[in-house]
């Protein structure tokens, strides 16, 4: 059974930053492509970044770019998403994703707020 158990969310102040934690199980972390997803209230949910299997790749939204970074431990079956210099509009509900399952994790909240 896959599963996707993201952590670290919270509050912080504006030009603060967090990370996020996603740990997985159920599959072969390790071979496969894992993303991060944003839903702030009101919106559509949105992709933040993705990376492929060895961390070799990463990607991501032109919002975050150059603020955020997403990295893993395959042998900790763990994503990460470094965020910095948080702003109120990143505020949202961040999701770990695998692609290939089309599983979401149960999402963190991160709140950007004086």
């Known amino acids: 059974q896959v599963q996707l158990v993201e952590s670290g969310g919270g509050l912080v102040q504006p030009g603060g930053s967090l990370r996020l934690s996603c740990v997985a199980s159920?599959?072969?972390?390790?071979?496969?492509?894992m993303s991060w997803y944003r839903q702030a209230p009101g919106k559509a949910r949105e992709l933040v970044g993705t990376i492929t299997s060895t961390g070799g790749v990463t990607n991501y939204a032109d919002s975050v770019k150059g603020r955020f970074t997403i990295s893993r431990d395959n042998a900790k079956f763990t994503v990460y998403l470094q965020m910095n210099s948080l702003k109120p509009e990143d505020t949202a509900v961040y999701y770990c994703?695998?692609?290939?399952?089309?599983?979401w994790g149960q999402g963190t909240q991160v709140t950007v707020s004086s």
């Open positions: 159920g599959f072969t972390f390790s071979m496969y492509t």
């Open positions: 994703y695998f692609n290939t399952r089309r599983t």
